[in-house]
């Protein structure tokens, strides 16, 4: 069992836990995740790693209620305990001194950006973050990206905070600008990550994404996360999850994604339709 030492709710329906599990911080790495089960009849869960204490032996996630196990998830507190908490799996994001790096965060994904964006600073790398939502209310760790940035970006769909737009907006005004970028990585939703990818593609800049969004057991066992990069077959959990965003067949991963939505939202009503009886 992982007993969680810390809960905070970073805005609505975003939730932060800071597990024990010194195992895993020993290792963890920058683009890494575990996979976790609330309880013996869960089901299995991917979950980035947005932090780690080696000293502490902690290891932090962030994770949104979408599914039915992240809503059962959001109802433990500190003190609870995690019966499964396995990492870190995944092969971490490839860091090197590459120039001028652009860090592209859309919603919760800041807290997948944020150890990037600190393991390429420290790797000696001019860092600019941009991270975006929908609206002012879903914006969290700023403060904590800008400190591992050089620069800092801030847009909302909505224009209620920052400035109004996509992110892809500021990264096309940064490739058209004097400045050389070297290297991209963009993470969050799928469309997010495909259009960033879109964006760079005419400036020949290297581009990374992580395909989290379409991981289920995380081992490559179930075949879920198969995915075309350049034509071959990978899987996003152990290939990946980072890709070179240029080559993934993005039509494809979206198809993929949508294979269990009816399965998923049976599961969530059963499981609403129990806590309702109690």
Partial sequence: MYQILLRED???????????????????????????????????????????????????????????????????????????FIGPLGLPTHIDKFGTVVCVAGGFAVATIMPIARSMR???????????????DLIFWEDELRSVSDQLIVTTDDGSYGRKGLVTEPLKELLEGDEEINRVIAIGPSVMMKYSALTTE???????????????????????????????????????????????????????QRSYLDEEKCSFDQWQSQMDSK
């Fill in 10 to 84: 970073l805005v609505p329906g975003i939730h932060l836990f800071k597990v024990a599990a010194p195992k895993v911080a020993s290792k963890a790495q920058a683009g890494q995740f575990v996979v976790i089960r609330i309880d013996e009849k869960g089901e299995r869960i991917p979950l980035t790693i947005a932090d780690w204490d080696r000293a502490e032996g902690s290891v932090t996630i962030v994770f949104m209620e979408v599914g039915t196990t992240t809503h059962r998830l959001a109802l433990l507190k500190a003190g609870d305990a995690i019966n499964d």
């Fill in 122 to 136: 420290q790797k000696g790398n001019k860092v600019i973050s941009i991270m975006g939502a929908r609206n002012k």
């Fill in 202 to 256: 005419p400036f020949g800049v290297d581009t990374i994404v992580s395909l989290n969004p379409i991981m289920v057991d995380g081992t490559g066992m179930c075949g879920c996360c198969r995915v075309s990069v350049g034509g071959e077959t990978k899987f996003a959990c152990v290939d990946g999850p980072d890709f070179d965003g240029h080559q993934v067949d993005w039509d494809l991963l979206f198809a993929r």
